[in-house]
């Protein structure tokens, strides 16, 4: 005879079992599905490995009924859950996990004119699969109590393993080893240096994101780099700028070309001194905005994205860059179309044609920076009037479609301002900002040596190619002497010219050995932030 206790306790049971397998279906698919985005993996086979631990743990000890409000409590293992969630949302984003630039976002902050609510939008279904395996972990252990049982000893193995942990030992050891050498040995002010020649030249550095030299190899990437080729081989070619450690996102791309140093955090391992940031962006660092302002030359710098974002008009504006126009600035001019980040790359080029055209008509000299958004991870972004071009449409990747149309719409702006004769006295620099992040075709880029893009045409720059080994510091001192200002001995910051007759540190030390150095530095951090000894 069935009594009332009984068939509660067989309901009970039922709804338990109920829960536990809809646990085990959401593990089962979040861990799957995130396996199967950092690694290519299968995502049956990724989430059997899921389902063969719980099945082994939930056998392991005695069978009880879990009762009691406790069951709902949230399981231990969820930390190193949670942690390696956060270490695999960052890696699919952005290629990979670094604590630098996470630092400095901490520091600076990400949020302008709504940048990190379209993110996280375009971020829903890796944010999904996180949820998913969150819940799972969660509904197992509120229905099995052999779960709850093991999980207290299984926190620990899964946080010593966990990828997060690792990077984060990884990080705060080689900060705190003592490297075999100092970057801040090699460290070169460059403020006094005087600019020779009879005419100053004007400059228009154009920042393409993410649009890396890797790109030129046709086998993978097609004709994507077509366009902007008859510009390159016009003049100065480097194909060996490889990407040190903290100079691999858009801002520290940026610094790294522009003072010849890396974007040297604040804070965790480094005194937490976050309070020097009011005296300025690095105000300690040398950088060529600064002599460019200093002998009298206009100087803008143009984005199709908020220049708040994450310090940028900080930096911009502490080194000798009075105009700053962002997304706020120009989209009352075009109010038509954009995305995530900000304008369309035509609209930008077109901002920026203008302005070179009434800058020429002026008397003293012009330094234009514009960095557009058209290839930024995931997929790029393709500018509207490149939408139906067969040259673009034929492309089957998004990114390779992206990439394509904004390198035709920079080759039609510099082809437009030649035309009109205002490239006269003026060096274009086009370069990338830094490797690509995780995109589309990631996975190709990855089977090459991958190198960012540089070239440099215009007055008196002869046609030559230069592969040697570099990084985005060397960049500096080699546009300080494409301006004239002949850095001595091709030295400055912590770069090396590519004219320069002795070794970039690359090349005497290695990449590896150079990054290891950044890291483990505090002197440089300290003399280029203003910090004094001890705060």
Request: charged share 15%; proline share 5%.
């Amino acid at each position: 005879m069935t009594t009332p206790t009984s068939q509660t306790h067989e309901t009970g049971s039922m709804a338990q079992a109920i829960g536990w397998m809809i646990g085990v279906t959401l593990a089962f698919f979040g861990f799957g599905f995130m396996l199967h985005s950092l690694w290519d993996a299968d995502i049956a086979m990724s989430g059997l490995m899921v389902l063969a631990a719980i099945v082994l743990v939930s056998f392991a000890g005695p069978r009880r009924r879990h009762e009691g409000r406790s069951r709902f409590l949230p399981p231990l293992v969820l930390i190193p859950a949670l942690m390696f969630a956060f270490w695999h949302f960052i890696t699919i984003k952005f290629g990979h996990f670094g604590f630098g630039p996470i630092l400095f976002h901490a520091q600076y902050g990400v949020e302008a004119n709504g940048i990190v609510g379209e993110f996280l939008h375009s971020s829903r279904v890796p944010l999904l699969f996180i949820a998913a395996l969150v819940a799972g972990l969660w509904l197992i252990s509120a229905t099995d109590y052999r779960f709850r049982r093991i999980d207290r000893f299984a926190v620990l193995p899964l946080l010593v393993a966990n990828p997060f942990t690792v990077s984060a030992f990884e990080y705060v050891g080689i900060a705190r080893a003592s490297p075999d050498w100092s970057i801040a040995e090699r460290f070169v002010e460059s403020e006094a240096l005087e600019q020779t020649g009879e005419a100053a030249p004007n400059l228009l550095h154009i920042i393409l994101e993410s649009s890396e030299h890797t790109l030129y190899d046709r086998s993978d990437f097609g004709d994507v780099m077509d366009p902007l080729i008859p510009f390159a081989e016009r003049g100065l070619q480097l194909t060996g700028v490889q990407q040190a450690a903290l100079t691999g996102w858009s801002l520290a791309g940026d610094l790294a070309s522009h003072c010849g140093v890396p974007l040297l955090p604040l804070g965790l391992v480094s005194y937490n001194s976050f309070h020097v940031i009011e005296r300025g962006f690095m105000s300690g660092a040398a950088c060529l905005g600064g002599l460019l302002r200093r002998d009298g030359y206009n100087t803008s710098v143009m984005h199709t994205s908020p220049l708040q974002f994450a310090g940028a008009d900080k930096l911009y504006s502490s080194h000798g860059w009075d105009h700053l126009l962002g997304l706020p600035e120009l989209r009352p001019h075009y109010p038509v179309g954009g995305n995530a980040w900000g304008l369309d790359d035509e609209d930008l080029y077109d901002a920026v044609y203008e302005r070179v055209a009434k800058l020429s008509a002026g008397s003293e000299p012009f330094a234009i920076v514009m960095a557009n958004a058209g290839g930024h991870a995931p997929k790029g972004f393709v500018s509207r009037s490149c939408r139906g071009r067969p040259t673009v449409e034929r492309l089957d990747d998004p990114s390779l479609q992206a990439y394509r149309c904004t390198h035709e719409l920079a080759a039609a702006m510099l082809a437009r301002l030649e035309a009109g004769g205002y490239l006269d006295n003026t060096i274009v620099v086009v370069q990338s900002d830094h490797l690509a992040m995780r995109n589309t075709i990631y996975a190709k880029l990855e089977r090459h040596e991958r190198r960012n893009l540089f070239f440099a045409f215009g007055s008196g720059i002869a046609p030559q190619v230069i592969d040697r080994d570099m990084t985005m510091m060397d960049i500096y001192p080699t546009l300080l002497d494409l301006m004239g200002y002949a850095p001595p001995n091709g030295r400055a910051g912590i770069g090396v010219s590519a004219f320069a007759a002795g070794p970039t540190l690359t090349e005497e030390h290695g990449l590896r050995a150079l990054d290891k150095a950044i890291y483990g530095d505090t002197v440089l951090r300290n003399r280029l932030w203003a910090i004094e000894a001890g705060s």
